[in-house]
């Protein structure tokens, strides 16, 4: 709108002049923040230079707060005491991406047991089941077991991985061998060993030589 000085000439030949001001329409959005997280899901949104306000999302208020869960721009026009409007806009993105947390691989440690190192990687922080806090666990396993880690990233988002750390049962073949002629698994008196003779004392029994043992896994067929 134009400001200028008009002129009226009336019959008392009086002259009045008429001061039109230009009107601003504008108005303004902030946010605490732009891009939002898996540690802070929600933006708080604060419109000024208004009167009324009406945002796309519905609300009226001068202030609203959002959580978007893919990146959205919020639209609000804002009307001001002279009745002008103004339309503006903001966009919050949104970074709530897991991490790719990776325990590592499985190990398998000899009869026994050992000594064992697992490291989780694709995080800020790590938080294992143990308690531990590192992102690296060295120490001694003596039974087969699973560790789990949770895995944080920067964004505050988490993922799970696990890795197991196996002690084989392992077994021990007797000095013993003896022939089952009865097949009850049991050396009786009269079942002789390898090495001959009938001894009475099956305690004192010895394995003889060029003996050759054969084990099945129990599902075998």
Do not use: H
Not at 71 to 86: F, M, P, Q, R, V
Not at 124 to 138: D, E
Not at 190 to 208: D, I, K, Q, R
């Amino acid at each position: 709108m134009n400001t200028g000085t008009f002129s009226f000439n009336g019959s008392n030949n009086f002259t009045t002049d008429l001061g039109l001001q230009a009107v601003s329409c504008s108005g303004s959005i902030t946010s605490n923040r732009i891009i939002v997280t898996c540690t802070n899901p929600s933006a708080t949104l604060t419109a000024s230079n208004g009167v009324s306000y009406a945002w796309n999302t519905g609300a009226n208020t001068s202030s609203i707060q959002v959580t978007p869960t893919a990146t959205t721009s919020y639209t609000l026009t804002i009307t001001n005491s002279a009745g002008c409007k103004a339309v503006t806009s903001i966009t919050i993105s949104v970074d709530q991406a897991a991490p790719t947390g990776n325990a590592g691989v499985d190990q398998t440690l000899g009869c026994g047991g050992g000594s064992a190192t697992v490291t989780a990687t694709g995080g800020a922080s790590y938080s294992w089941n143990t308690g531990s806090s590192s992102s690296v666990l060295t120490g001694n396993v003596t039974n087969t077991r699973t560790y789990t880690v949770t895995v944080t990233g920067s964004n505050g988002c988490t993922s799970v991985d696990q890795v197991t750390v196996v002690v084989p049962v392992c077994g021990t073949i007797g000095g013993t061998v003896f022939f089952d002629t009865d097949n009850n698994n049991t050396q009786s008196v009269g079942e002789v060993s390898a090495s001959g003779g009938a001894p009475t004392n099956l305690n004192t029994l010895t394995g003889g030589s060029g003996v050759i043992v054969t084990l099945y896994n129990s599902v075998q067929i």
